[in-house]
């Protein structure tokens, strides 16, 4: 397919605001153009935008730490609301499964998707399991007789209970605990320890880097 292009810059790196689009006339039916995001003058990345009347089609790569470069192309709906004093506003509908909220800026990591998206994608990955595990070892020590506040003694073994119940317990609680600390607390301890060597990020760790840096740009 060959492709009309427009070119354009944007300095909000991964961000597609609709009414910078708007004003730049790329809403309006003219075939595909292209929107060059720039640091310091610095072309980071492009995106195609084909405007039909009711939607945009998106179409771009990404990649993910480590893995291939990947081709998106899928289509955002648009949403007209009037205004009070006349004329007519227009929003993005989230393309993001489940969501279609009203948006004027969609932010991109893998797909573009509303600020709401990307904070519950960062609170689920990267929040919950901390919550999840710190419960864990509450659950453990209660069940020991202990009071489930991590700042008391490690509760001893129960009347009654095997030694090789209770080390297992003490085992899951342990591991549990060292998984309980918040996000910030790493940041923090890594601004106090001595640099690593680089070691490579696993996969997990490179995904939720990607959620951040879509969030946060
Ligand atoms: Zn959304």
């Not at 730490?65 to 899928?74: I, L, R, V």
């Not at 990020?201 to 959620?211: C, D, F, G, V, Y």
Request: charged share 25%; proline share 5%.
């Amino acid at each position: 397919m060959g492709r009309y292009s427009t070119r354009d810059t944007t300095s909000s790196y991964r961000q597609l605001d609709i009414r910078v689009l708007q004003r730049k006339g790329f809403l309006r039916p003219r075939g595909w153009v292209s929107l060059y995001w720039s640091v310091n003058g610095e072309v980071v990345g492009s995106i195609q935008i084909l405007a039909a009347s009711d939607r945009v089609i998106l179409s771009y790569r990404h990649q993910r730490y480590a893995e291939d470069w990947k081709s998106e192309e899928y289509s955002v709906l648009l949403n007209r609301t009037r205004c009070n004093y006349g004329g007519e506003r227009i929003w993005f509908l989230c393309p993001a499964r489940g969501c279609s909220r009203r948006v004027a800026v969609l932010y991109g990591g893998s797909i573009f998707a509303c600020r709401h998206c990307y904070q519950l994608a960062y609170e689920t990955q990267r929040e919950a399991p901390h919550s999840r595990a710190l419960r864990r070892v509450q659950n453990i020590r209660m069940k020991l007789g202990g009071s489930g506040s991590l700042a008391d003694d490690f509760p001893g073994r129960p009347k009654g209970m095997h030694w090789r119940t209770y080390n297992r317990h003490c085992m899951e609680a342990e591991e549990a605990q060292n998984q309980s600390w918040p996000p910030w607390f790493y940041k923090m301890l890594a601004r106090s320890v001595p640099a690593k060597p680089f070691s490579k990020p696993t996969q997990s760790e490179a995904a939720n880097r990607m959620k951040t840096q879509g969030s946060t740009s």
